[in-house]
C-alpha cells in the first residue's frame, strides 16, 4: 500500500496503478515512453530557443510539456519530462544534450581519480524538479504521474564514452579490467539516481521507472556480477514510498529474470519477445514469485506501417499481454521524432476498446 505522504494522491482505482499490482483494472492502461517530445507540433513551438537542459529545470515549462500528450492522446498516465542526465547536471558534471545525438560529457570519466572527484549531489539543486512535479500533481487530476531515472549502468556508460555508444566498448572495458573503479563509479551514480528519485517521490509522483536502455549489451553473467547489485539498491531505496517500481531496458530478453530480481514490480519489455514469452520466462525463473506484470511492447517502427499493420499489432500485442497478471501496454521503446501523433491516439482509443 501506498506510504500516507502529505502530497500524494490516492489513486488507487487508477488502470496504471491496478495493473501495476496486478489487480485486474477495467482497462488495460497504455502510456508511451517519450510520449512528450518532438513528434508533437506544441512541443516543437515551445521548446523553440530553449535548450533542452534548460528546459528541464524550469518547471512551468516542464508541466505544460508533460500536460501535452495527456490532453492529446488521453493516455492513462503522464511521464515526467525531464532526462536521465539531469541528476548530473544538477551534481556539476559538465555536460550538454546536443540536438539529434543526445548526452554529451565534456570529461569523460575513464579512471580511479576521475571517479573520486565525482561532485556530491547538493539537494538543492534539485529544487525546480521537485516544485515541478508539485505543480503536476495538482494539474493532472486522477491521471498518475511517473517519475525516472536511468539506471547506473545506463548513465556509467554516457559517463564513460562521453556520449552516446553503439558498442559500449570503454564501458565494458572498464568494468572488466578495473572492477574497483567500476564498482566505485556504479555506486556514486546510484547515489544520484536515488536522489533524484527520492525527491520527485517526496514531491507526489505516483510509479517510477528506472531506465536501464543499454544494459541489453550485457551478458546475463556480466549483468549479475556488475549492474544488479547496484539497480537493487536504488530499487530497494524507494521501497519507502509504496508506489510501482518500473524497470525497462532494450534488447533485454535474456536478462529479464535478473531485472526482475533488481527489485521491478513492472517488468518493461522491448518488441523483440512476446509477453507471453516474457511472462514464461519470468515464472520460470521464479516459480515461486507472484505472477509477473509486464509494460510493453509495440515496436515504434510499427507505427510507420499505417493503421492496418498497427491495429493487428496492437491487438497481437493486447492479446499475449492476457499471460501476465497484469499489462501495462505501451511501445518496445521509446516514440520516434517522425512518428505521426494521430497514431498515438488511435493507439490509445484501441487498446481501451478492447480489455
Ligand atoms: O516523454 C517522456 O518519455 C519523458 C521524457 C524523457 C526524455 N528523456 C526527454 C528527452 C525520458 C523518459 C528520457 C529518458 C532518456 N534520456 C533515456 C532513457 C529512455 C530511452 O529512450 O532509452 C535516455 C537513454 C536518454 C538520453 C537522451 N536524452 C537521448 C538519447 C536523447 C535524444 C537525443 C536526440 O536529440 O535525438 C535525449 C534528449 C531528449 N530527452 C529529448 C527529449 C524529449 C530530445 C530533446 C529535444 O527535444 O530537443
Redesign the pocket.
Known sequence: MTTASPVRRDLANAPLLAAARGLGPARTPVW???????SLPE?RKL?EGTP?LRACFTPDMVVEV?MQ?IRRHGVDAA???????VPLKAAGIDLD???????VVAKPVRDEKAVRELPELDLANLDPIAEAVGLLVKELGDVPLIG?A?APF?LAS?LIEGG?SKHHERTKALMKAEPEVWHALLARIADYTLDFLKVQLDAGVDAV?L?D??AGALSEKDYREYVLPHSQRVLAGLAFAGVPRIHFG?GTAELLPAMREAGADVVGVDWRLPLDEAVRRLEAAAPDAPKPVVQGNLDPAMLFAGWDVIEREVRRIHAEGKAAAGHIFNLG???M?ETDPTMLTRVVELVHSLS
Open positions: 508511451f515512453m517519450r510520449q512528450a517530445g518532438r512541443y521548446r533542452m508533460t500528450p511521464i515526467f519530462f525531464s532526462d536521465i542526465v544534450i546536443v540536438p539529434g545525438t543526445g548526452p525516472f536511468g545506463t554516457y552516446p521507472q531506465f536502455s543499454w532494450v521503446h521509446g516514440v521524432p
